[in-house]
């Protein structure tokens, strides 16, 4: 064994937890235990999403973790999930790390995105990012499947490391995700999403994934979302 870790697994819980992905759980601590000392902190039902990942994270930091790794309740990872997702984080050295999945109802696109320049204005705009394989660089991410160097960011971030944010005027909402990984950005962090590691969401009676995500996609959005981008800037992997 390397170095030894001290590993958070962060459980936000929104409902419960169904007989599937309790599986997929434990598989991710007992691959977590492999690799260190291993604390598993639950949100059961603490709402809304920032003040679960805010008191995960509080946990974490008490019991001076390294690495805190997101998975939320409704998630299904491959059972070697974490391993890869160590293995890039560490090689790559970079200080987050998603894997693949989809988000919960339509358009069922991919939870990463990058910010790119728009050829007309110039201005940044924010793309949807797809991948089949590979790694590759994002500027953010979902939190659902997500290893965090916590580390790195005790010591290059303050807290709150995610909030939310709402406008009246728009009607639109920042959500934790996206401001911890503003927050990452701004800091200088690299954020990397692993399309090896492949996960399913949960959507009320059914797993979302790469097997069907397309098909749910094409039913009725596919031609109203071209701005979905395939691909990103590749990282190379060591």
């Known amino acids: 064994m390397d170095k030894e870790e001290k590993i958070c697994i962060g459980i936000p819980v929104a409902g419960s937890v169904c007989p599937e992905v309790l599986t997929n759980l434990l598989a991710q601590a007992v691959c977590c235990g492999r690799r260190g000392r291993v604390t598993i902190s639950i949100a059961d039902n603490l709402f809304p999403y920032d003040r679960a990942r805010e008191c995960i994270l509080g946990q974490a930091l008490e019991e001076d973790c390294n690495l805190l790794y997101f998975v939320d309740a409704d998630i299904k990872p491959p059972p070697k999930a974490f391993e890869q997702l160590y293995r890039t984080l560490r ?91 503003e927050l990452l950005n701004e800091r200088g962090g690299l954020a990397l999403g692993d399309a090896n590691v492949r996960c399913q969401h949960r959507v009320r009676d059914i797993f979302v994934d790469d097997k069907n995500d397309q098909v749910l996609r094409s039913l009725d959005f596919q031609e109203e979302h071209p701005e979905i981008a395939q691909g990103g800037e590749m990282v190379e992997v060591k």
């Open 91 to 181: 090689d790559n050295k970079a200080q987050a790390v998603s894997g693949w999945y989809v988000r919960r109802g339509r358009p069922f696109t991919c939870v990463w995105s990058v910010k790119l320049d728009h050829p007309g204005t110039g201005r940044k705009m924010v793309c949807t990012v797809d991948a089949r394989a590979g790694v590759h660089k994002i500027y953010s991410s979902g939190l659902g499947c997500a290893l965090i160097d916590l580390a790195w960011c005790r010591e290059n971030m303050e807290r709150p490391y995610f909030w939310l944010e709402s406008s009246r005027e728009t009607g639109t909402i920042v959500w934790e995700d996206w401001s911890f990984f």
